[in-house]
């Protein structure tokens, strides 16, 4: 399975951004098999989980610095899997990862900066 990510950027305080996680390459299971998970790694941090949602996208979490802020959610028909990032803050800037089982995509650089 292949996990492409993209949407990052640079944005100022308080702005937006949607990053994307495209997945293809599957054999015996298909997406909407996968549980969804997102990640963030900031410079000298270890990587962290930001939010999750289930295989049917019926249920979600967060970590705490992001509930209120960010959603999870998912397309089963196109195979992508969605971050939307709201009120962000020069916290928030890291690499961001989407993750399906084992496999991981090669990050989307998030800068939250004015």
């Known amino acids: 399975v292949q996990l492409v990510e993209s949407g990052g950027g640079l944005v100022q305080p308080g702005g937006s951004l949607r990053l994307s996680c495209a997945a293809s390459?599957?054999?015996?299971?298909?997406?909407?098999?996968?549980?969804m998970r997102w990640y963030r790694q900031a410079p000298g941090k270890e990587r962290e989980l930001v939010a999750t949602?289930?295989?049917?996208?019926?249920?979600?979490d967060y970590a705490a610095p992001v509930k209120g802020r960010f959603t999870i959610s998912r397309d089963n028909v196109k195979n992508i899997a969605y971050l939307q990032m709201n009120s962000l803050k020069p916290e928030d800037t890291a690499v961001y990862y989407c993750?399906?089982?084992?496999?991981w995509g090669q990050g989307t650089q998030v800068t939250v900066s004015s």
């Open positions: 949602i289930t295989s049917a996208g019926g249920s979600t």
């Open positions: 390459g599957f054999t015996r299971f298909t997406f909407s098999n996968y549980i």
């Open positions: 993750n399906m089982a084992a496999s």
